[in-house]
Structure formats: structure tokens, C-alpha cells
């Protein structure tokens, strides 16, 4: 069995930052594209970073220059650093991956909240 655990969220001012974290555990076999979404108070869960196995990187545009995802594969760990936060980063965060254990499934977090006050 799969488990994805966030770990890091919590109250910032705005212009502070913070580093979240996602650690996958279970008889994993290869995690290929991992991504942080991130979902606001009666609003759509979007995507906020993707990291391939090999490293390649996408960002939403209202975080590109900010936020900084990355990954170690050796741990099946993905982190978010988050840089310059605004009052409309305030969300929670949700990991999710493509695993392998038997077959190719997407995995969910259960997520953490970032509160960016003003």
C-alpha cells in the first residue's frame, strides 16, 4: 500500500517563506512525474509544479520565480520551496505521483495548509 505524506505547512507573513515536503512509502518499484497542487476555498484544485524522474520542471505561471520544486529520488521525497508568498498562496497543498508497484497508478496526499497572512 501507497502512502504519500505532506509535512511543512503552516502561517507565514507575506513576502516570508516556506518548504514543504512529500515523502512516498510502500513497495514502490519507480515514481515517475511528481506535482504539487494546491486548492484555495471555493476554488478548483490546480497545479501548481511537476518534476519528472529525470529532473525536468513546470510551474504555473503565477508561481515561476517563486517556487522551486524538486526531488530526491533515492528518498521518493518531492519538496516545494516557496519564496515571496502573497495572501493568495493561502491554500492547501496536495502531493500527488505516478507509482509503480504492480502497475501505473496516480497517489494522492492527504495535503497541508499554508496560511500567507497579510
Known amino acids: 500500500q501507497v502512502r504519500l505524506v505532506e509535512s511543512g505547512g503552516g502561517l507565514v507573513q507575506a513576502g516570508g517563506s516556506l518548504g514543504l515536503s512529500c515523502a512516498a512509502s510502500g513497495n514502490i518499484l519507480s515514481i515517475n512525474v511528481m506535482k504539487w497542487y494546491r486548492q484555495s476555498p471555493g476554488k478548483q484544485r490546480e497545479l501548481v509544479a511537476g518534476?519528472?524522474?529525470?529532473?525536468?520542471?513546470n510551474y504555473e505561471d503565477s508561481v515561476k520565480g517563486r517556487f522551486t520544486i524538486s526531488r530526491d529520488n533515492a528518498k521518493n521525497t518531492v519538496y516545494l520551496q516557496m519564496n515571496s508568498l502573497k495572501p493568495e498562496d493561502t491554500a492547501v497543498y496536495y502531493c500527488n505521483a505516478d507509482i509503480f508497484i504492480s502497475s501505473w497508478r496516480n497517489y494522492w496526499g492527504e495535503g497541508t495548509l499554508v496560511t500567507v497572512s497579510s
Open positions: 518534476i519528472t524522474s529525470g529532473g525536468t520542471t
